[in-house]
């Protein structure tokens, strides 16, 4: 399907590494030009060099929870395509509770990286797409259907508002053709999880999902691109579940043993 991103401007932040690098992947081979950010400049670096070999790209250094460094982000991109069509709010992250209960610092730093950000982001892309339209995607989380317990109790309420904020500025930014979604994504093995996961919770997750498996980054990038593209131009306010079928029904198991004839 061609998605009429070509020689179109996309910013993902969060981008040198997961699912932000394979979004970033994945509009270049649609044939846009993309700018991405980190706080890493050493992986900053690195991502823009790998991802050079599939088109035009560059590199911020940022961190999505400081206002300032959003809008500059955006400045960049526009001065450096001279225009800015979609927008992709990468960043989070679940940070575990320390102790028994969250304090003021702990709540702070998770407000500011899952939600402020994406504020932020969407902000700063909204005064470059007012005069000639958009599409802004954040990356929600399949905790913001089915909540998280214990270290990371704030993580799943966060991304559930991630998911209501899109709704609400689809419904702003409506009369000038920018459009706001999400995408939510399932459990997803980037390097990061593929690294640090234990089989016992590995197995455990792949076994209440429909598909039995985990999804690949690119698996939940290419819905995020499809949603900026003209293929989706009548999609608003909406949030794209790619989870699997994670959670989706109490029996999991219920195909594979018919399968299997018991």
């Given at each position: ?157 966060l991304k559930a ?16 053709g920018v459009r ?83």
């Amino acid at each position: 399907m061609e998605l009429g991103l070509k020689g179109k401007t996309a910013v993902v932040t969060g981008g040198s590494k997961g699912i932000g690098y394979e979004t970033a992947k994945a509009f270049l081979k649609e044939g846009a030009k993309v700018a991405i950010c980190a706080r890493n400049r050493k992986e900053l670096e690195q991502a823009v060099k790998e991802l050079s070999a599939w088109g035009k790209v560059i590199g911020v250094e940022a961190d999505m929870t400081v206002e300032e460094d959003a809008g500059l982000l955006a400045e960049k991109a526009w001065k450096e395509f001279g225009s800015l069509d979609c927008w992709v709010n990468n960043v989070g992250a679940s940070f575990p509770k320390e102790g028994e209960e969250y304090d003021e610092k702990q709540i702070d730093r998770i407000v500011r990286v899952c939600f402020s950000s994406v504020i932020y982001g969407t902000q700063a892309a909204f005064r470059y797409m007012k005069d000639a339209g958009g599409a802004i995607v954040n990356v929600s989380s399949l905790a913001a259907r089915c909540g998280t317990v214990g270290a990371s109790t704030l993580y799943g309420p966060l991304k559930a508002a991630v998911n209501r904020l899109a709704v609400s500025y689809a419904g702003e930014y409506a009369a000038y053709g920018v459009r706001v979604n999400s995408v939510m994504p399932g459990f997803t093995m980037t390097p990061a999880v593929e690294a640090t996961i234990a089989p016992d919770y590995l197995e455990r997750n792949v076994k209440d999902t429909l598909l039995r498996r985990a999804a690949k980054p690119e698996e939940i990038a290419v819905p995020i691109v499809f949603l900026c593209g003209s293929g989706a131009s009548y999609i608003t306010g909406s949030c794209l579940d790619v989870t699997g079928g994670r959670s989706m029904v109490l029996n999991p198991e219920y195909s594979y043993d018919q399968k299997k004839g018991k």
